[in-house]
């Protein structure tokens, strides 16, 4: 069974910093691409970052040079730090992977992002 559990959201002010966490169980590890995607109320769920299998790493624009992603594998847990928060970043994080073609979700964390 494929689970993906995200901890780590909560209130933090502008300018602060905040580490999501995202647990795998199941062989999900196994998947071509792990990342991180948020929605935002009244808006489609965007890419935030991405990291496959083979190490490559794709961000967002708006992340690039404030967030990194990583994988623990020892751990089952991928990563995201994520620095110098805006109000626009404020909204549901959801971890996500593909494996075999199939898209698998985390129920999502929320930040919040306070000015």
């Known amino acids: 069974q494929v689970q993906l559990v995200e901890s780590g959201g909560g209130l933090v002010q502008a300018g602060g910093s905040l580490r999501l966490s995202c647990v795998a169980s199941?062989?999900?590890?196994?998947?071509?691409?792990m990342g991180w995607y948020r929605q935002a109320p009244g808006n489609e769920r965007e890419l935030v970052a991405t990291i496959t299998s083979g190490g490559y790493i794709n961000y967002a624009d708006s992340m690039k040079g404030r967030s990194t992603i990583a994988r623990d594998n020892a751990k089952n847990t991928v990563y995201l730090q994520m620095n110098n928060l805006k109000p626009e970043d404020t909204a549901v994080y959801y971890c996500y992977g593909v494996l075999s073609g199939m898209n698998y979700w985390g129920k999502g964390t929320l930040v919040t992002v306070s000015s």
């Open positions: 199941g062989i999900i590890f196994k998947a071509t691409v």
